[in-house]
């Protein structure tokens, strides 16, 4: 008999609105203990002086979190002029210093460079290992990195706000791996100015957004009242631009089996012209289904010469 898990089989995802000075994992670690839940994750790291959108899955969920994580991300951030710093942001020590305060036309002009697919150099201080270690820890040490440049996707990048002269804000939207830090210290060589990020926040992860986001403090409060559910949101959420085939209890209990279904013709007719590329955790899932019933995810699946292959399962019946 396999180890009984501890905690309880919660499965959903809380869209939390992370606060200031708190990290990614102890975020997790906050909520999962606040739902006592067995298992939790969170989709994409967001800094200590970041706030904002931060998925956190429970349970089930966590097998949803590779998708996610390839989706859209919208960042609001304020670069504050008259000071490059080795992070990149105002947690770092000051590496340069200049008295150029670019107007918010200068920088809306400068924009266009940086959209569309762009080859980036991550900040040295940056969770990306080299050599077996966090760049992040190197760089603390005296370690000096050099982190190669990957490609990014910016889709659209605008300022929306210049409070004064030494501050400017942009909104951007992007796809996966864009480091706001490194996009502010190239916006900033092409202006010809100093800045670093004085503010950032993540407005939107796919489907999760800000206007839906519950603070720690709110979260808290409903579970302490016994309302804690209200919050949670259906496995599924993270799966929103999959397409779904609903499925009999008999056929969801073949894929549970780790066994293929046969699809009408008519249900392939209907799928095909849904799916699209897309990769995920570096691995082709353009074929990718969601099979459901009674509104309720079974698996996730690849449709392939007429069947559904079950790829990963849910057990939500615990739940």
Avoid at 67 to 83: D, H, N, P, T
């Amino acid at each position: 008999m396999g180890r009984r898990k501890k905690g309880d089989p919660v499965h959903g995802w809380v869209c939390l609105d992370k606060p200031l000075e708190v990290t990614s994992t102890e975020a997790v670690s906050k909520v999962r203990r606040l739902f006592n839940a067995q298992k939790a994750g969170h989709a994409g790291t967001l800094d200590p002086l970041a706030t904002g959108v931060l998925p956190i899955a429970l349970g089930e969920a966590t097998k949803t979190v590779p998708f996610l994580m390839e989706a859209e991300k919208v960042y609001r951030f304020s670069i504050e002029w008259g000071a490059t710093t080795t992070t990149f942001d105002r947690e770092g020590e000051k590496t340069a210093t200049s008295d150029v305060r670019p107007s918010a036309d200068a920088v809306a002009a400068v924009l266009p460079r940086f959209v569309g697919e762009i080859q980036q150099v991550p900040p040295a201080f940056s969770a990306i290992k080299v050599g077996g270690e966090r760049a992040y820890d190197l760089a603390r040490d005296g370690i000096e990195v050099e982190l190669a440049a990957r490609p990014v996707v910016i889709h659209e990048a605008a300022v929306t706000a210049a409070p004064d002269a030494d501050h400017v804000e942009i909104t951007i939207r992007c796809g996966k791996g864009t480091y706001v830090r490194s996009l502010v210290r190239d916006i900033a060589l092409e202006v010809g100015a100093c800045g670093h990020v004085s503010a950032l926040r993540r407005e939107r992860v796919g489907p999760f957004s800000a206007e839906n986001a519950i603070t720690l403090d709110k979260l808290q409060e409903l579970v302490h009242r016994g309302d804690g559910l209200e919050a949670l949101l259906p496995v599924e959420t993270a799966l929103d631009d999959i397409p779904a085939l609903a499925v009999t209890d008999e056929d969801a209990f073949w894929l549970k089996q780790g066994r293929p279904v046969v699809l009408l013709p008519r249900q392939v007719e209907t799928l095909r012209p849904r799916l699209r590329p897309r990769t995920v955790a570096g691995q082709d899932a353009s074929r990718t289904v969601l099979a459901t019933t009674g509104g309720k995810a079974q698996a996730l699946c690849e449709m392939r010469a007429g069947k559904l292959n079950p790829v990963r399962v849910f057990h939500l019946d615990l739940a």
